[in-house]
Protein backbone atom coordinates (compact mmCIF):
# COMPACT_ATOMS: atom_id res chain seq x y z
CA UNK A 1 0.00 0.00 0.00
CA UNK A 2 2.83 2.52 0.83
CA UNK A 3 4.86 1.61 -2.64
CA UNK A 4 1.69 2.27 -4.90
CA UNK A 5 0.52 5.47 -3.03
CA UNK A 6 4.15 7.00 -3.28
CA UNK A 7 4.15 6.24 -7.30
CA UNK A 8 1.21 8.05 -7.73
CA UNK A 9 1.99 11.09 -5.04
CA UNK A 10 5.71 11.99 -5.00
CA UNK A 11 6.51 11.16 -8.38
CA UNK A 12 5.01 13.25 -11.18
CA UNK A 13 4.16 10.26 -13.57
CA UNK A 14 1.61 10.43 -15.97
CA UNK A 15 -1.27 8.17 -16.08
CA UNK A 16 -1.39 5.18 -19.01
CA UNK A 17 -3.01 5.90 -22.21
CA UNK A 18 -6.53 4.80 -23.11
CA UNK A 19 -7.18 2.22 -26.22
CA UNK A 20 -9.98 3.39 -26.80
CA UNK A 21 -9.43 6.43 -27.26
CA UNK A 22 -6.61 6.03 -29.56
CA UNK A 23 -8.44 3.58 -31.70
CA UNK A 24 -11.75 6.19 -31.82
CA UNK A 25 -8.80 8.83 -32.88
CA UNK A 26 -7.43 6.68 -35.75
CA UNK A 27 -11.08 5.65 -37.16
CA UNK A 28 -11.59 9.47 -37.42
CA UNK A 29 -8.70 10.35 -39.38
CA UNK A 30 -9.07 7.76 -41.69
CA UNK A 31 -13.06 8.74 -42.43
CA UNK A 32 -11.79 12.22 -43.19
CA UNK A 33 -9.47 10.76 -45.69
CA UNK A 34 -11.65 8.49 -47.16
CA UNK A 35 -13.80 12.06 -47.60
CA UNK A 36 -10.96 13.65 -49.24
CA UNK A 37 -10.53 10.68 -51.61
CA UNK A 38 -13.96 10.59 -52.41
CA UNK A 39 -13.79 14.37 -53.10
CA UNK A 40 -11.04 14.08 -55.19
CA UNK A 41 -12.04 11.14 -57.43
CA UNK A 42 -15.84 13.05 -58.01
CA UNK A 43 -13.95 16.02 -59.47
CA UNK A 44 -11.90 14.00 -61.80
CA UNK A 45 -14.89 12.56 -63.20
CA UNK A 46 -16.29 16.18 -63.44
CA UNK A 47 -13.67 17.23 -65.51
CA UNK A 48 -13.83 14.33 -67.39
CA UNK A 49 -17.80 14.48 -68.71
CA UNK A 50 -16.41 18.39 -69.36
CA UNK A 51 -14.73 17.07 -71.59
CA UNK A 52 -16.36 14.74 -73.64
CA UNK A 53 -19.02 16.87 -73.63
CA UNK A 54 -16.72 19.81 -75.19
CA UNK A 55 -15.69 17.14 -78.01
CA UNK A 56 -19.17 15.70 -79.22
CA UNK A 57 -20.36 19.50 -79.20
CA UNK A 58 -17.56 20.16 -81.15
CA UNK A 59 -17.96 17.15 -84.12
CA UNK A 60 -21.45 16.91 -84.42
CA UNK A 61 -22.19 19.98 -85.97
CA UNK A 62 -25.85 21.09 -87.61
CA UNK A 63 -26.11 19.64 -91.50
CA UNK A 64 -22.97 17.76 -91.16
CA UNK A 65 -24.13 13.95 -91.80
CA UNK A 66 -23.73 10.92 -89.57
CA UNK A 67 -20.70 9.00 -90.00
CA UNK A 68 -20.52 5.29 -91.14
CA UNK A 69 -19.69 3.06 -88.80
CA UNK A 70 -17.55 1.32 -90.72
CA UNK A 71 -17.00 2.26 -94.77
CA UNK A 72 -17.88 -0.75 -96.71
CA UNK A 73 -14.69 -0.52 -99.98
CA UNK A 74 -15.63 -2.54 -102.82
CA UNK A 75 -13.33 -5.18 -103.99
CA UNK A 76 -11.02 -4.26 -106.86
CA UNK A 77 -12.28 -7.53 -109.26
CA UNK A 78 -16.04 -6.27 -108.28
CA UNK A 79 -15.05 -2.99 -109.02
CA UNK A 80 -13.42 -3.60 -112.62
CA UNK A 81 -16.01 -6.26 -113.71
CA UNK A 82 -18.64 -3.87 -113.08
CA UNK A 83 -17.08 -1.01 -115.05
CA UNK A 84 -16.47 -3.66 -117.77
CA UNK A 85 -19.98 -4.09 -117.98
CA UNK A 86 -21.35 -0.48 -118.16
CA UNK A 87 -19.26 1.17 -120.27
CA UNK A 88 -16.57 -1.53 -121.85
CA UNK A 89 -13.54 -0.26 -119.65
CA UNK A 90 -11.21 -3.49 -120.05
CA UNK A 91 -8.33 -1.70 -118.27
CA UNK A 92 -8.59 -3.16 -114.94
CA UNK A 93 -9.52 -6.23 -115.96
CA UNK A 94 -6.62 -6.37 -118.01
CA UNK A 95 -4.00 -5.18 -114.80
CA UNK A 96 -5.87 -7.22 -112.46
CA UNK A 97 -3.65 -9.72 -110.43
CA UNK A 98 -5.21 -11.95 -108.01
CA UNK A 99 -5.13 -15.19 -107.12
CA UNK A 100 -5.26 -17.98 -109.90
CA UNK A 101 -7.79 -19.95 -108.42
CA UNK A 102 -10.03 -17.06 -108.61
CA UNK A 103 -12.42 -17.02 -111.83
CA UNK A 104 -11.69 -13.61 -112.84
CA UNK A 105 -8.26 -13.44 -113.28
CA UNK A 106 -7.38 -14.47 -117.00
CA UNK A 107 -8.57 -12.91 -119.98
CA UNK A 108 -9.61 -15.13 -123.07
CA UNK A 109 -7.54 -14.48 -126.03
CA UNK A 110 -10.76 -14.12 -127.86
CA UNK A 111 -11.80 -10.94 -125.60
CA UNK A 112 -14.05 -12.63 -123.26
CA UNK A 113 -13.83 -12.18 -119.38
CA UNK A 114 -14.06 -14.55 -116.81
CA UNK A 115 -17.06 -13.22 -114.08
CA UNK A 116 -16.04 -12.87 -110.78
CA UNK A 117 -16.46 -14.99 -108.36
CA UNK A 118 -19.78 -13.39 -106.38
CA UNK A 119 -21.67 -14.02 -109.64
CA UNK A 120 -19.92 -16.78 -110.43
CA UNK A 121 -21.56 -18.53 -107.76
CA UNK A 122 -24.52 -16.91 -107.47
CA UNK A 123 -25.62 -18.42 -110.85
CA UNK A 124 -24.26 -22.17 -109.69
CA UNK A 125 -26.26 -21.39 -106.33
CA UNK A 126 -29.37 -20.94 -108.55
CA UNK A 127 -28.34 -23.88 -110.89
CA UNK A 128 -28.25 -25.95 -108.15
CA UNK A 129 -31.61 -25.39 -106.74
CA UNK A 130 -33.53 -25.68 -109.62
CA UNK A 131 -35.93 -28.26 -110.23
CA UNK A 132 -33.57 -30.58 -112.38
CA UNK A 133 -32.16 -33.59 -112.83
CA UNK A 134 -28.85 -31.44 -112.14
CA UNK A 135 -29.95 -31.60 -108.40
CA UNK A 136 -29.48 -35.65 -107.98
CA UNK A 137 -26.87 -36.06 -110.75
CA UNK A 138 -23.33 -36.31 -110.12
CA UNK A 139 -21.78 -32.95 -111.30
CA UNK A 140 -17.38 -33.20 -111.57
CA UNK A 141 -15.40 -29.82 -112.72
CA UNK A 142 -13.54 -30.82 -115.46
CA UNK A 143 -10.70 -28.97 -117.61
CA UNK A 144 -10.48 -30.59 -120.87
CA UNK A 145 -12.78 -30.94 -123.35
CA UNK A 146 -14.90 -34.36 -122.29
CA UNK A 147 -15.01 -36.32 -119.43
CA UNK A 148 -14.74 -40.65 -119.54
CA UNK A 149 -16.22 -42.36 -116.88
CA UNK A 150 -15.14 -45.74 -116.65
CA UNK A 151 -17.61 -48.00 -115.59
CA UNK A 152 -17.00 -51.64 -114.38
CA UNK A 153 -20.51 -53.47 -114.90
CA UNK A 154 -19.27 -56.98 -115.20
CA UNK A 155 -19.25 -59.58 -112.03
CA UNK A 156 -15.13 -60.42 -111.19
CA UNK A 157 -14.74 -63.84 -111.02
CA UNK A 158 -14.60 -65.96 -107.74
CA UNK A 159 -14.34 -69.49 -105.98
CA UNK A 160 -13.78 -71.72 -103.31
CA UNK A 161 -10.32 -72.95 -102.54
CA UNK A 162 -8.58 -75.25 -100.38
CA UNK A 163 -5.50 -76.08 -98.83
CA UNK A 164 -3.55 -77.84 -101.18
CA UNK A 165 -5.49 -77.77 -104.33
CA UNK A 166 -4.04 -75.24 -107.34
CA UNK A 167 -5.96 -71.94 -107.97
CA UNK A 168 -7.55 -71.61 -111.44
CA UNK A 169 -8.07 -68.52 -113.03
CA UNK A 170 -11.24 -66.14 -112.26
CA UNK A 171 -13.01 -64.14 -115.33
CA UNK A 172 -11.47 -60.84 -115.67
CA UNK A 173 -13.82 -57.63 -114.97
CA UNK A 174 -14.66 -55.83 -118.24
CA UNK A 175 -14.44 -52.18 -118.42
CA UNK A 176 -16.61 -49.35 -120.07
CA UNK A 177 -15.61 -46.35 -121.25
CA UNK A 178 -18.07 -43.81 -120.90
CA UNK A 179 -17.07 -40.38 -122.73
CA UNK A 180 -18.97 -37.33 -122.16
CA UNK A 181 -18.01 -34.33 -124.39
CA UNK A 182 -18.46 -30.54 -123.67
CA UNK A 183 -20.33 -28.11 -125.07
CA UNK A 184 -21.15 -24.55 -125.06
CA UNK A 185 -24.14 -23.11 -123.04
CA UNK A 186 -24.99 -19.70 -124.06
CA UNK A 187 -27.17 -17.17 -123.07
CA UNK A 188 -27.54 -13.03 -124.43
CA UNK A 189 -29.19 -11.03 -122.01
CA UNK A 190 -29.38 -7.16 -122.82
CA UNK A 191 -30.04 -3.91 -120.91
CA UNK A 192 -30.04 -0.23 -122.36
CA UNK A 193 -27.20 1.65 -122.43
CA UNK A 194 -29.34 4.71 -120.33
CA UNK A 195 -29.90 1.66 -117.45
CA UNK A 196 -25.72 0.55 -117.23
CA UNK A 197 -24.78 4.30 -117.11
CA UNK A 198 -27.46 4.41 -114.01
CA UNK A 199 -25.27 4.35 -110.52
CA UNK A 200 -28.40 3.09 -108.55
CA UNK A 201 -28.85 -0.18 -111.16
CA UNK A 202 -27.06 -2.84 -109.53
CA UNK A 203 -25.92 -4.69 -113.11
CA UNK A 204 -23.53 -7.58 -111.77
CA UNK A 205 -27.10 -9.16 -109.48
CA UNK A 206 -29.14 -8.11 -112.60
CA UNK A 207 -26.47 -9.96 -115.40
CA UNK A 208 -25.98 -13.11 -112.91
CA UNK A 209 -30.23 -13.23 -112.57
CA UNK A 210 -30.74 -13.62 -115.77
CA UNK A 211 -27.66 -15.92 -116.81
CA UNK A 212 -28.82 -18.53 -114.15
CA UNK A 213 -32.48 -18.16 -115.93
CA UNK A 214 -31.68 -18.82 -119.24
CA UNK A 215 -29.06 -21.51 -118.17
CA UNK A 216 -31.52 -23.43 -116.00
CA UNK A 217 -34.13 -23.91 -118.42
CA UNK A 218 -31.69 -24.65 -121.18
CA UNK A 219 -29.97 -27.38 -118.95
CA UNK A 220 -33.11 -28.98 -117.46
CA UNK A 221 -34.34 -29.43 -121.56
CA UNK A 222 -31.24 -31.01 -122.50
CA UNK A 223 -30.11 -33.35 -119.56
CA UNK A 224 -33.95 -34.90 -120.10
CA UNK A 225 -34.57 -34.99 -123.94
CA UNK A 226 -30.83 -33.23 -125.43
CA UNK A 227 -30.06 -35.51 -128.62
CA UNK A 228 -26.38 -34.90 -127.98
CA UNK A 229 -25.53 -32.39 -131.13
CA UNK A 230 -24.13 -29.73 -129.80
CA UNK A 231 -26.14 -30.05 -126.46
CA UNK A 232 -25.86 -33.19 -123.79
CA UNK A 233 -27.53 -36.12 -124.38
CA UNK A 234 -30.14 -36.51 -122.23
CA UNK A 235 -31.62 -40.02 -120.35
CA UNK A 236 -34.66 -40.25 -122.53
CA UNK A 237 -32.93 -40.17 -125.65
CA UNK A 238 -31.40 -43.31 -125.47
CA UNK A 239 -33.13 -46.61 -126.72
CA UNK A 240 -35.32 -48.52 -124.34
CA UNK A 241 -36.13 -52.02 -123.65
CA UNK A 242 -38.39 -54.01 -121.63
CA UNK A 243 -36.50 -54.45 -118.23
CA UNK A 244 -36.45 -58.32 -119.05
CA UNK A 245 -34.67 -58.36 -121.56
CA UNK A 246 -32.10 -55.50 -120.85
CA UNK A 247 -28.55 -54.81 -121.39
CA UNK A 248 -25.77 -52.38 -121.28
CA UNK A 249 -26.62 -49.29 -123.36
CA UNK A 250 -29.76 -49.28 -123.04
CA UNK A 251 -32.61 -48.19 -120.23
CA UNK A 252 -34.84 -50.87 -118.89
CA UNK A 253 -38.67 -50.35 -118.95
CA UNK A 254 -41.59 -51.24 -116.79
CA UNK A 255 -45.12 -51.13 -118.76
CA UNK A 256 -48.38 -50.00 -116.61
CA UNK A 257 -50.46 -52.64 -118.67
CA UNK A 258 -52.75 -49.90 -120.02
CA UNK A 259 -52.42 -48.13 -123.00
CA UNK A 260 -51.45 -44.17 -122.17
CA UNK A 261 -52.81 -44.79 -118.15
CA UNK A 262 -52.30 -46.80 -115.54
CA UNK A 263 -54.10 -50.03 -115.27
CA UNK A 264 -57.66 -49.32 -114.09
CA UNK A 265 -57.85 -52.68 -111.29
CA UNK A 266 -54.26 -51.79 -109.66
CA UNK A 267 -52.92 -48.87 -110.71
CA UNK A 268 -50.19 -48.28 -107.67
CA UNK A 269 -49.39 -51.73 -109.09
CA UNK A 270 -47.04 -50.58 -111.73
CA UNK A 271 -44.97 -48.12 -109.24
CA UNK A 272 -44.36 -51.17 -106.96
CA UNK A 273 -43.03 -53.09 -109.71
CA UNK A 274 -40.60 -49.79 -111.06
CA UNK A 275 -39.42 -49.44 -107.86
CA UNK A 276 -38.36 -53.33 -107.53
CA UNK A 277 -37.03 -53.22 -110.97
CA UNK A 278 -33.94 -51.16 -109.72
CA UNK A 279 -30.84 -53.47 -108.26
CA UNK A 280 -30.69 -52.73 -103.94
CA UNK A 281 -27.72 -51.18 -104.17
CA UNK A 282 -29.06 -48.59 -106.59
CA UNK A 283 -32.35 -47.74 -104.21
CA UNK A 284 -30.74 -46.68 -101.27
CA UNK A 285 -29.87 -43.28 -103.38
CA UNK A 286 -32.88 -43.40 -105.98
CA UNK A 287 -35.47 -40.46 -107.21
CA UNK A 288 -38.55 -40.60 -108.92
CA UNK A 289 -38.41 -37.99 -111.66
CA UNK A 290 -41.49 -37.09 -113.36
CA UNK A 291 -43.62 -33.36 -114.45
CA UNK A 292 -45.91 -31.56 -112.67
CA UNK A 293 -49.01 -33.56 -114.50
CA UNK A 294 -47.70 -37.24 -113.95
CA UNK A 295 -47.13 -36.13 -110.40
CA UNK A 296 -50.92 -34.66 -110.15
CA UNK A 297 -52.10 -38.15 -111.19
CA UNK A 298 -49.61 -40.14 -108.37
CA UNK A 299 -50.49 -38.57 -105.75
CA UNK A 300 -53.95 -39.66 -105.70
CA UNK A 301 -52.53 -43.24 -105.57
CA UNK A 302 -53.53 -45.71 -102.60
CA UNK A 303 -52.63 -48.38 -101.57
CA UNK A 304 -54.55 -51.98 -100.33
CA UNK A 305 -55.08 -50.73 -97.24
CA UNK A 306 -56.56 -47.46 -98.62
CA UNK A 307 -53.10 -45.39 -97.85
CA UNK A 308 -51.60 -42.93 -99.92
CA UNK A 309 -48.38 -43.71 -101.71
CA UNK A 310 -47.29 -40.08 -102.37
CA UNK A 311 -46.83 -38.38 -98.83
CA UNK A 312 -45.47 -34.57 -98.50
CA UNK A 313 -42.42 -32.86 -97.15
CA UNK A 314 -42.42 -32.14 -93.23
CA UNK A 315 -40.16 -29.10 -93.82
CA UNK A 316 -39.94 -26.21 -96.30
CA UNK A 317 -37.73 -27.37 -99.00
CA UNK A 318 -37.55 -31.08 -98.47
CA UNK A 319 -38.48 -32.67 -101.51
CA UNK A 320 -41.97 -34.94 -101.75
CA UNK A 321 -41.83 -38.44 -100.92
CA UNK A 322 -43.45 -41.34 -102.94
CA UNK A 323 -43.32 -44.70 -101.35
CA UNK A 324 -40.19 -42.99 -99.12
CA UNK A 325 -38.31 -42.10 -101.96
CA UNK A 326 -37.78 -37.89 -103.24
CA UNK A 327 -39.72 -37.11 -106.00
CA UNK A 328 -38.00 -34.36 -108.43
CA UNK A 329 -40.26 -32.10 -110.88
CA UNK A 330 -38.53 -31.73 -114.06
CA UNK A 331 -40.84 -30.41 -116.34
CA UNK A 332 -39.51 -31.41 -119.20
CA UNK A 333 -40.50 -35.00 -118.38
CA UNK A 334 -43.59 -36.20 -121.19
CA UNK A 335 -47.27 -36.72 -120.17
CA UNK A 336 -48.85 -39.53 -119.67
CA UNK A 337 -49.54 -40.95 -122.78
CA UNK A 338 -49.67 -43.72 -124.77
CA UNK A 339 -45.89 -45.25 -124.97
CA UNK A 340 -44.86 -42.30 -123.01
CA UNK A 341 -41.83 -42.70 -120.08
CA UNK A 342 -43.09 -40.44 -118.41
CA UNK A 343 -41.82 -41.21 -114.62
CA UNK A 344 -38.25 -41.89 -114.28
CA UNK A 345 -37.05 -44.01 -111.09
CA UNK A 346 -33.35 -44.60 -110.37
CA UNK A 347 -30.38 -43.73 -108.37
CA UNK A 348 -29.08 -40.37 -110.83
CA UNK A 349 -25.56 -39.58 -108.57
CA UNK A 350 -24.54 -43.05 -110.09
CA UNK A 351 -26.98 -43.06 -113.59
CA UNK A 352 -26.36 -39.48 -114.99
CA UNK A 353 -23.06 -37.72 -114.97
CA UNK A 354 -22.92 -33.67 -115.30
CA UNK A 355 -19.33 -32.42 -116.60
CA UNK A 356 -18.95 -28.51 -117.22
CA UNK A 357 -15.94 -26.35 -116.51
CA UNK A 358 -15.76 -23.73 -113.84
CA UNK A 359 -15.34 -20.96 -115.20
CA UNK A 360 -18.04 -18.54 -117.26
CA UNK A 361 -17.29 -15.90 -119.76
CA UNK A 362 -19.16 -13.00 -120.51
CA UNK A 363 -18.77 -10.80 -124.25
CA UNK A 364 -19.98 -7.08 -124.09
CA UNK A 365 -21.56 -6.18 -127.44
CA UNK A 366 -22.95 -2.66 -127.83
CA UNK A 367 -23.11 -2.26 -131.20
CA UNK A 368 -25.78 -5.09 -132.54
CA UNK A 369 -28.68 -3.97 -130.98
CA UNK A 370 -28.29 -0.09 -130.58
CA UNK A 371 -28.90 1.56 -127.85
CA UNK A 372 -29.08 -1.66 -126.12
CA UNK A 373 -26.10 -3.51 -124.86
CA UNK A 374 -25.98 -7.34 -125.34
CA UNK A 375 -23.73 -9.64 -123.30
CA UNK A 376 -23.14 -12.89 -124.58
CA UNK A 377 -22.64 -15.27 -121.71
CA UNK A 378 -21.12 -18.95 -121.94
CA UNK A 379 -20.05 -22.08 -120.28
CA UNK A 380 -18.83 -25.39 -121.49
CA UNK A 381 -21.06 -28.36 -120.27
CA UNK A 382 -22.00 -31.73 -121.17
CA UNK A 383 -23.99 -34.44 -119.74
CA UNK A 384 -24.78 -38.05 -120.39
CA UNK A 385 -25.61 -41.50 -118.82
CA UNK A 386 -23.08 -42.90 -117.18
CA UNK A 387 -24.87 -46.26 -115.68
CA UNK A 388 -27.60 -47.62 -117.14
CA UNK A 389 -28.31 -49.92 -115.11
CA UNK A 390 -28.99 -47.13 -112.73
CA UNK A 391 -32.45 -45.91 -114.01
CA UNK A 392 -35.55 -47.52 -114.70
CA UNK A 393 -38.16 -46.01 -116.46
CA UNK A 394 -42.19 -46.39 -116.45
CA UNK A 395 -43.88 -46.93 -119.85
CA UNK A 396 -47.49 -46.30 -120.17
CA UNK A 397 -48.19 -49.66 -122.35
CA UNK A 398 -49.81 -52.65 -122.48
CA UNK A 399 -45.96 -54.29 -123.06
Do not use: C
Not at 81 to 110: I, P, Q
Amino acid sequence: MKTETKARAGTGMSEAPDPAAEVKTALAGFLREIKIFQKEVKSKFEQQEDRLTMMQTKSITAGRPALSIAATEEAPHQKAFAAYLRSGDDDGLRGLTLEGKALNTAVAAEGGYLVDPQTAATIQGVLRSTASIRSIANVVNVEATSYDVLVDHSELGSGWATETAALTETATPQIERVSIPLHELAAMPKASQRLLDDSAFDVETWLAKRIAEKFARAEAAAFVNGDGVDKPTGFLTHSKVANDIWAWGSLGYVATGANGDFSGANPADAIVDLVYALDAEYRANASFVMNSKTAGAVRKMKDADGRFLWTDGLQAGEPARLMGYPVVIAEDMPDIAADATAIAFGDFGAGYTVAERPEMRVLRDPFSAKPHVIFYASKRVGGDVSDFAAIKLLKFAVL
